[in-house]
T-cell receptor
Framework: QKEVEQNSGPLSVPEGAIASLNCTYS??????FFWYRQYSGKSPELIMS????GDKEDGRFTAQLNKASQYVSLLIRDSQPSDSATYLC??????????FGDGTTLTVKP | GAGVSQSPRYKVAKRGQDVALRCDPI?????LFWYQQALGQGPEFLTY????????KSGLPSDRFFAERPEGSVSTLKIQRTQQEDSAVYLC????????????FGNGTRLTVT
């Protein structure tokens, strides 16, 4: 079992819809949680970070964290074709390193 | 510089050759990380430095892989006697400190071993 698991894609949603991306992790000592977006052939870039239980909103993006369930999610509202990319969930422990899931590929169809 | 800089962007090596990949982190970033990313997979941790100290090298796949950051700034990842399974994108990332800071990635080096 991988330390960070993401729902296997690909995920396809119509333009304007809500895209829901999920992630579970195994290390209960994890402290920080991140969502990165990676366009094809490019490097990952930070979308959201979340450190405490609950929701965190930034524009069209909402990250949700539930440490008891070891679950992180990312909601993208009013999805746009430019949101089409692979979304990587990353989990960091206080040991310093970030562990990544294999990503979920999202396609937003016009 | 404005971002993390990696060189070369592409490297083709014949099996058995040694390669050296360079990473120049964001100025002032204490922590520097190396990841390996195979096609269709997430980045896999290789090693990380805090300043010049290599705090974790548990992800290095074999003793053919070696990383250094002698002055706490630029880092080099060296792969000796390259094998075909070493073909991947090697990503370097830096951050201010290790606990809550996100990673800032360079553009990566795509290594192809023929």
């Amino acid at each position: 079992q991988k330390e960070v698991e993401q729902n296997s894609g690909p995920l396809s949603v119509p333009e304007g819809a809500i895209a829901s991306l999920n992630c579970t992790y195994s290390d209960r000592g994890s402290q920080s949680f991140f969502w990165y977006r990676q366009y094809s052939g490019k490097s990952p870039e930070l979308i959201m970070s979340i450190y405490s239980n609950g929701d965190k909103e930034d524009g069209r993006f909402t990250a949700q964290l539930n440490k008891a369930s070891q679950y992180v999610s990312l909601l993208i509202r009013d999805s746009q074709p430019s949101d089409s990319a692979t979304y990587l969930c990353a989990v960091k422990t206080n040991a310093g390193k970030s562990t990544f899931g294999d990503g979920t590929t999202l396609t937003v169809k016009p | 510089g404005a971002g993390v800089s990696q060189s070369p962007r592409y490297k083709v090596a014949k099996r058995g050759q040694d390669v050296a990949l360079r990473c120049d982190p964001i100025s002032g970033h204490v922590s520097l990380f190396w990841y390996q990313q195979a096609l269709g997979q997430g980045p896999e941790f290789l090693t990380y430095f805090q300043n010049e100290a290599q705090l974790d090298k548990s992800g290095l796949p074999s003793d053919r892989f070696f990383a250094e950051r002698p002055e706490g700034s630029v880092s080099t990842l060296k792969i000796q006697r390259t094998q075909q399974e070493d073909s991947a994108v090697y990503l370097c990332a830096s951050s201010f400190e290790t606990e809550n800071s996100p990673l800032h990635f360079g553009n990566g080096t795509r290594l192809t071993v023929t």
